[in-house]
């Protein structure tokens, strides 16, 4: 099952805040969070596993809700370099390697 | 080499012929992956090997789909009688670990158009 992202799109003036979620009707057993450049390889950002935990990575943080099955990306401050399209993976544990990925938030972020 | 390579970058191939795609992972990565990226989607799993064991191909569309990595490092996508519906970015990532509670770095990607 294909997680769902919301919103689809963002645009946002530098030093603004965005929250990207991603949701999913199955049970997680981790939530990866990824960034895609036109035309460049997707980068990795984080790594949740199950149990709640939340990580930050510079002014990047994320929360996964194990009992509502979603997590959400949060970005502070803005900066030019965070525009890109984000997408979460999830991983329900059955498979090592099927991380399935949503359709993404293409996030713009002007001066 | 320093990130995951991928060759080659483009691919125009006529509707009917094969194609190889390749994968340099990083050195010592134990787990590679497979995916297929249509535009404006999101990355589709095709494949998972775990050293030079295939673990996973549940994702790959049809039996025209073959993966191979017979010495646990270089992996080959290869693609028989393309179609059209076969053009997309082809990802490679690897990471380190056997299990995906680990960094998964990606390659650039090979992008294929049948035509």
């Known amino acids: 099952q294909q997680p769902v992202q919301s919103p689809q799109a963002v645009i946002l003036r530098e030093g603004e805040d965005a929250v990207i979620n991603c949701s999913s009707s199955?049970?997680?057993?981790?939530v990866h969070w990824y960034r895609q450049k036109h035309g460049e390889a997707p980068v990795f950002l984080m790594i949740?596993?199950?149990?709640?935990e939340q990580k930050g990575h510079e002014k990047i943080s994320a929360s996964f809700n194990e009992k509502k099955q979603q997590s959400s990306l949060y970005l502070t401050a803005s900066q030019l370099s965070y525009s890109g399209t984000y997408f979460c993976?999830?991983?329900?544990?059955?498979?090592?390697?099927?991380?399935?990925f949503g359709k993404g938030t293409k996030l713009s972020v002007k001066p | 080499g320093a990130g995951v390579s991928q060759s080659p970058r483009y691919k125009v191939a006529k509707r009917g012929q094969d194609v190889a795609l390749r994968c340099d992972p990083i050195?010592?990565?134990?787990?590679l992956f497979w995916y297929q990226q249509a535009l404006g989607q999101g990355p589709e799993f095709l494949t998972y090997?775990?050293?030079?064991?295939?673990?996973?191909k549940s994702g790959l569309p049809s039996d025209r789909f073959f993966a191979e990595r017979p010495e646990g490092s270089v992996s080959t996508l290869k693609i028989q009688r393309t179609q059209q519906e076969d053009s997309a970015v082809y990802l490679c990532?690897?990471?380190?670990?056997?299990?995906?509670?680990?960094?998964?770095?990606f390659g650039q990607g090979t992008r294929l158009t049948v035509v």
């Open positions: 990532a690897s990471s380190l670990g056997g299990t995906f509670d680990t960094e998964a770095f």
């Open positions: 199955k049970a997680l057993y981790s």
């Open positions: 949740l596993l199950k149990g709640g």
């Open positions: 993976g999830t991983d329900y544990g059955g498979s090592q390697g099927n991380l399935i």
């Open positions: 050195s010592g990565h134990v787990s």
């Open positions: 090997f775990q050293n030079e064991a295939q673990l996973d």
